[in-house]
Structure formats: C-alpha cells, structure tokens
C-alpha cells in the first residue's frame, strides 16, 4: 500500500510542477496552482473509484469508448456535404463526438463479464441448449448438502462461484472466533469437493458491483445478469431475490419436501435433549435437524422416550414437531388399538356357563363359572347365544 500512495503524490506533484511552468490560466501563479491541485485530486478520486472494478469490466470501457469515437469520426465524415460555418451543424458534431463515445464506454462497462475467458469461449462454440447458472451463496456453501446435491445430479447446469463470495468465506476462514473459522474452513473444502466432481461445470465469476455494498444483493445482480438461479438457505435472501423477481433454489424448502410426512396421532420415539421455554416440557431433535417440542418430558431429559405428536408446523424456514409424551401403558395401549383386531375381539362370546356333554363334568373355572367341556364348541354365526354342546358329546 506504501508505493499505491508514493505514486499517487508523484502523479500530483508532476500535475502541481506541469501547470507551474505551463501557466495556462496566465501569469498569475495561484490560480494555476490551484488548477494542477484540483485536476490531480479529481484523478486520485476517478482511481480510487475504480479500485474494485474488475478488469474485464475496465477493458470492456475502453473497447467500448474507442469503437464509439471510432463511429463519431464516421458520422462526422459522412456528414460533409453540411455546412460547416452552420452553428447547428457545428453542434452537432460536437453532440455526437461526445455521446458516441459516452455511450460506448457505458455499456462496455457494463457488458465487461463477456469478455471473460469462459464467455469468449461460448461465442464460438456450436450452438446449444441454452446454459443454465446456478449461483452458490455463502450459506449454502458452509452448510454442505450441495455437494451432496450436486454428486446426485440434482444440481444441473454451471454452478457459479462469485469471486466476492470467496473472499466472504476466506474472511470467515480467518475469523478469531474458533467456530466462525471452522466453518468457513468446510466452506472452501465443500468447495473444492464440488469442483472435484467429474459431473459439474464449475466456474468462478469475477463479476463484481461496486454500487453494491451487500454481498445478498450482489448475488441478486449477479443472477439478473446471468439470468440464473441463487442456490441459498438463507431465509431472507429468499424472499428478498423474490421480491426482485429472480429464481431462488432454497436447500431448506426441498429438504422439507423430502422429510417423510408426519401426522397427528402417530407414535415416535425421541430423544430429549433439553428443557423447553414453557413448563414442564421437553426438547429433541430428528436427524434431520427437526425441533420436536413435547409437553410432560421435562422430567425425562437424556431420555428415549415414546410420544404421540398432537400437531406439525410446517414453514419456509423449516418444520417443528409438538408432541406429548406417553407412559408406558398408554404406549401399549396406542400401539394395540393400531394392530387389526382378532375374532374374539370383534364379537365376545357372553360370559354364561356352558352345558357340558352328559356324563362329563365341566370343571370350575378360576372365576367360578364352569369352563366349557372338550368337543364344545362356538359358532361363529351368533357369538351372541350360548355356546351348548350336542348331547351325548357327539
């Protein structure tokens, strides 16, 4: 940085010394004093301004500006057959030796990402299916499941890395927090995992917007300039690219379509991990990272335990699971009344003593009624009358 300041006060000083001995405003040497301090301070400025420009975008102004000289000379020379001593015509010529110019350096500055090597390449390859951008967020990249995502095949298309979101998770990886730092450590070893990948197109974009201070909404730029889509799980990034009208793939909403669904009444088994915010009640969490709030486990903390969930809040944001913990015996209970139900279940034969075969007694039951004789039997068309046995026993 020393020599970025040493050049900038020689540059002045050449400006201040140049209009010193020049004098173009006349003999007076304060005014042209003046005038070198202000040009020299005004290009200081213009420099500093330009400090995060990438160089493509740079390089596109300058093509630009010279093809649009280039056409005001060629307009000027076509109009010669004008009257020069005309001051209308004498105006615009001026006009448009200027806008020409103008024009060319706004839009090639604009238009700078198309001269990056990848985009130069595209122009003279065979015509295609049109490509389709992904663009990775910082959040995305830390929490992991798009390499996942993108092994399977799920993520199709050219993932985009912006070059200001690597320089986000390199500041994150050299964070003093030591958790800050070992995130953003597995952000760029996801990163190098998906670039690993025989089956993605990765490119890193150095494609910037300095008007832009946040890195969300230069992520939204990014993806209107490529007419792509910002791969995120990051909630209000979401509904911001929404609001701007740009596509938004959020890893959290396909992981809730995935979750396998979950209703009111059904028996799971959970661990409780902490005590809740209202009394009496418990925490745990699914495997999948699911809150599961249960009423009566306070007690039950570092516990497996049965519940039965009451109710399942579904959101953008994600899905919380209330529930209600079950003892033992209602456990049991739950379970029998899912199990299909038995004969005997469905229609009990009346406790009524039996008429036992002649010449065999029936022997008293525990209860004191006599127990039905071997060979009775129970018809199964009227459960409802008494079970009597042929006489004789046959």
Known sequence: MAWFVLARLLFAGAVVYSAFLLRPLGPELAGNLLLGVGLAALAVVFEWQLRETPVTHMFGALIGGAIGLALAKGIGAALFWADAGDQRVAFLHSFILL?????????????????????????????????????????????????????????????VIPQFVLKELQLVADSADSMKRNRGRRGLDILQKIQKMSGAEVIVSDADFPEVREVDLKLIELARSLSGKIVTNDFNLNK????????VLNINELANALKPVVLPGEIMKVFILKEGKEYNQGVAYLDDGTMVVV????????????????????????KMIFGRYLDPSQVSQAQG????????????????PSASPVG???????????????GSTLPAESPSRPAVAPAGGK
């Open 99 to 159: 806008l020409m110019p103008y024009l060319g350096l706004v839009l090639g500055g604009r238009k700078g990402e198309w001269l990056e090597p990848t985009r130069l390449m595209s122009l003279f390859r065979a015509t295609g299916p049109e490509r389709r951008y992904k663009i990775l967020d910082t959040s995305v990249i830390i929490d992991g499941r798009i390499a996942d995502l993108c092994d399977t095949g799920f993520i199709d298309g050219t993932i």
């Open 240 to 247: 911001v690219a929404q609001l701007r009208g740009v596509d």
């Open 295 to 318: 009423d009566n486990a306070r007690k039950m903390i570092s516990k497996n335990i049965d519940i039965v969930v009451t109710s399942v809040l579904q959101t953008t944001a994600g």
């Open 337 to 352: 009344d899912e199990r299909p139900r038995s004969r005997s279940q469905v229609a009990p034969a009346p406790s009524q």
């Open 360 to 374: 065999t007694p029936a022997a008293p039951s525990s209860s004191g009624a006599p127990a039905p004789a071997s």
